[in-house]
């Protein structure tokens, strides 16, 4: 048995937040670089090239690297050899992003959703915990935008819609989300479990780096097509109509009842951000 | 590529030098106004109230910054979805609202609320929060300080890179990819 503080959970998640709002991660940079030496539309390559020069600036003057600083979303993975001591667990997330916000000069954006009066320092955070093997503790942070997440969507689908049900779910939503999400987008999909743990898993799927494959070969078929399909769209940068409309897809799966088959699908916007920690 | 420069106010003879599809660097006097701020102002115009600034002329920036820190005039500040401030826009448009700056397309009501003015909207880059941020030399709170990052900030601008995404004719530079759909 580990004995972990609290505190150590708070300084982690400061961390993290100071460190993710100011950077994209290195696979959605290299991402965006490869859509602007590809990108055959003028404007969109403009609009590319200046989300590149925008990532240069943000790291070099430490400033966010897009103005909405999201929601923060903490994943925490806890191993059940781990006795936790010190306040509790949300407390200490929720002071570490108080203490990041405020410090890192970041946008207070979370609201009341009825009175939209701000709550004045990002918190509460909103936390997934997992139990795991062993005597760590894994922290993740996702400031998550809303003008992308505004555009995710859930389907309950039949059955027998199988994985071509799936590709047009997730395609369908891009293009209904048009040039609003800032794309090019990130895919993040959950197909299976049930109709809350579907969505969890299509956020956890937007942890893993850009141009990575699921394991399972059917399920890496499925990003594949859904990626060909949403490209073809030519929404393009911002939705100025180009080539690249989405830098991948990242689909996560789960078992699910055998009456059901439900799939949702969290579009991350061109600034993807996320950083993980292991304690 | 050819870039053309815009200085704000934008009158409706300069207006219509513009097409959409058009790369420009916009300079001069914006008001930040977002989802919260729009309402407000919707009440003030329907309960006959003053606003404590003028529509007639005015450029709209949809955005909320991120704080300054130390020794710069403001933090990070792209430009927020439009789409959210299409029930509002046409009626603005119609009060003298000059330009707005946003991201994303807008819907046909505006688009035509922006020819039947002679007007114009402009998309900066969505995600560009740290270049459009050091586009903003000045930046001061002129209405609704209890609404924070959504309250209305007189900024002025230097250089903000955007593309004209509707114009004074009609065109609009998303018709392509929506014609997908």
Do not use: W
Not at chain 1, 232 to 242: A, E, S, T, Y
Not at chain 2, 93 to 111: A, H, P, Q
């Amino acid at each position: 048995m580990r004995i972990i503080d609290t505190k150590q959970i708070e300084e982690c998640v400061c961390r993290l937040a100071r460190k993710a709002c100011v950077r994209p991660t290195p696979s959605c940079m290299a991402a965006l670089k490869e859509a602007a030496r590809t990108e055959s539309s003028p404007t969109c390559a403009f609009a590319l090239e200046t989300l590149i020069k925008n990532a240069g600036i943000a790291k070099k003057e430490e400033m966010p690297v897009c103005q909405d600083t999201g929601m923060s979303v903490v994943l925490i993975d806890i191993g059940q050899d781990v006795a936790l001591s010190g306040p509790p667990v949300a407390d200490a997330v929720n002071s570490g992003v108080r203490r990041a916000y405020e410090d890192g000069c970041f946008r207070k954006s979370v609201c009341d959703p009825l009175t939209r009066v701000n709550t004045g320092d990002n918190t509460p955070a909103v936390i997934h915990y997992e139990m795991t093997e062993g005597e760590n503790i894994k922290v993740t942070f996702i400031p998550k935008g809303f003008g992308s997440e505004n555009m995710s969507r859930v389907y309950m689908l039949k059955p027998g819609d199988g994985a071509e049900g799936i590709i047009e779910c997730i395609v369908g939503a891009v293009r209904d989300a048009g040039s609003r999400p800032c794309p090019p987008v990130y895919v993040g999909v959950g197909i299976g479990g049930t109709f809350e743990s579907c969505t969890l898993l299509a956020k956890k799927a937007l942890v893993r780096p850009v141009g990575t494959n699921n394991a399972r070969s059917d399920v890496a078929a499925i990003e594949k097509e859904a990626l060909k399909r949403i490209n073809d769209l030519h929404i393009g940068c911002q939705g100025f109509g180009g080539d690249v409309t989405a830098l991948g897809v990242a689909c996560e799966i789960s078992p699910t009842h055998i009456a059901g088959l439900p799939v949702a699908v969290n579009i991350q916007c061109n600034c993807i951000r996320c950083e993980t920690e292991v304690l | 590529m050819k870039i053309k420069r815009v200085t704000l106010p934008l009158d409706t003879q300069t207006a219509q030098t513009l097409r959409a599809g058009d790369i420009v660097l916009i300079s001069g006097e914006v008001l930040t106004c977002r989802d919260c701020a729009h309402k407000r102002i919707f009440e003030y115009l329907n309960q006959g109230i003053e606003l404590p600034f003028s529509i007639d002329g005015a450029a709209f920036f949809y955005a909320g910054p991120c704080p300054a820190r130390p020794g710069k005039a403001c933090g990070s500040c792209g430009p927020t979805t439009s789409a959210r401030m299409d029930g509002f826009a046409p009626r603005l448009y119609d009060m003298g609202l000059s330009c707005v700056i946003g991201k994303g397309e807008v819907s046909k009501e505006v688009r035509e609320a922006i020819a039947r003015n002679k007007r114009v909207y402009f998309a900066a880059v969505g995600g560009a929060g740290a270049l459009c941020g050091n586009a903003v030399v000045s930046c001061e709170c002129v209405a609704f300080p209890d609404l924070l990052s959504e309250a209305v900030y007189k900024m002025e601008l230097k250089d903000l890179p955007a593309v004209v995404a509707a114009d004074a004719f009609g065109g609009d530079v998303y018709a392509a990819s929506r014609d997908t759909k």
